[in-house]
């Protein structure tokens, strides 16, 4: 038998998400995902809202698509009325679970490329005014 553990509220909070309108009679909700891919929001888990000030841990049932959109199933959310109080709230994690970004990397003939791109710009522009 396996414990869970309620996961700490988030230290550097980002928001990826936000909840929509309920959906059935169920307790399923819309989601509405910033991620570039709409799907890569379930990757990052746990999710948390704010409601009064105070951070809540959502755990989903499960997931799934709907015509053009994403539904989602809290779990200890069973009915349409239940699922309505968490419309519009903010699906936030902690920002230490997203992937770094790569630092860029140029070449000196790339920083010379865009130098001359510029000079060249600049004197085209300078020209036709």
Known sequence: MSRQI????????????????????????????STEDAESIF??????????????????DGWKHH?????????GIEDRDAAAQLTNCEIQVDSTQLPSLEEPTTTGKTLW??????????????SSI
């Open 43 to 60: 990757n990052y888990q746990p999710w948390f809202i704010q409601r009064a000030g105070k951070w809540q841990q959502v755990e989903l």
């Open 67 to 75: 015509n053009q959109d994403l539904i989602i199933k809290v779990k």
């Open 113 to 126: 490329a865009a130098r001359w791109l510029t000079l060249k710009a600049t004197r085209w522009v300078k």
């Open 6 to 33: 309620a996961a700490q509220p988030p230290v550097n909070p980002i928001v990826l998400g936000k909840m929509g309108a309920a959906y059935g009679i169920r307790g399923w909700l819309k989601v509405f995902s």
